[in-house]
């Protein structure tokens, strides 16, 4: 099978469970509570995105150095 096949498929299941999580008010609640806790907040996101600048900055460099 093609991966992109897999990453359709593995889309479409993460939206259906979505949908279904999200009909029972109760465990809406829980998922919404699960996203907030899981949330990068303040100086914390700030280094995650630095973080992510570098490392794809450093990748783009080695690109461009082992480029033949």
Do not use: C, H, K
Request: hydrophobic share 50%; no cysteine.
């Amino acid at each position: 099978m093609r991966p992109t096949y897999w990453i359709l498929g593995l889309a479409t299941l993460s939206i259906v469970i979505g949908l279904f999580m999200s009909r029972d008010p109760e465990r809406a609640e829980r998922l919404n509570q699960m996203y907030r806790d899981a949330a990068l907040t303040g100086e914390t996101r700030q280094m995650v995105l630095m973080g992510l600048a570098v490392a794809i900055g450093a990748f783009i460099v080695y690109l461009t150095m082992t480029r033949r």
